[in-house]
């Protein structure tokens, strides 16, 4: 049967290795991305394009959505524990709690 500080051993000898094969996916990655940059400026170039004929600007990353990852500042906020909710989504525990016990959302609005 295996021993604790053998099995501690081989967990470490692991480790080392997934940190070793991480930074070798790393450098993969730019490798292949540096040759798609390259690809990319070669047939910009060859088609006699510019980025802006693209519609992209020079060194911006775009969004499919203009508003997909934004956060939206809290509607409604409870008193006693701090917890905001924006209105979005499901309502949460404590404002159907807030409800049910008589109040109203207009009691719970922020500011």
Do not use: F
Not at 9 to 23: C, G, I, T, W
């Amino acid at each position: 049967m295996t021993t604790y500080q053998e099995l501690l051993a081989q967990k470490a000898a692991l480790d080392k290795q997934a940190s070793e094969l991480d930074r070798q996916l790393q450098d993969a990655r730019k490798a292949e991305r540096a040759g798609v940059i390259d690809h990319i400026k070669q047939l910009l170039a060859a088609n006699g394009l510019t980025v802006a004929d693209l519609g992209l600007k020079a060194g911006v990353a775009t969004r499919s959505s203009a508003a997909a990852g934004s956060k939206v500042a809290p509607k409604y906020r409870n008193v006693d524990t701090g917890e905001t909710w924006s209105g979005r989504g499901l309502q949460p525990k404590w404002i159907k709690a807030a409800l049910a016990a008589g109040k109203t959302l207009d009691q719970l609005k922020v500011g």
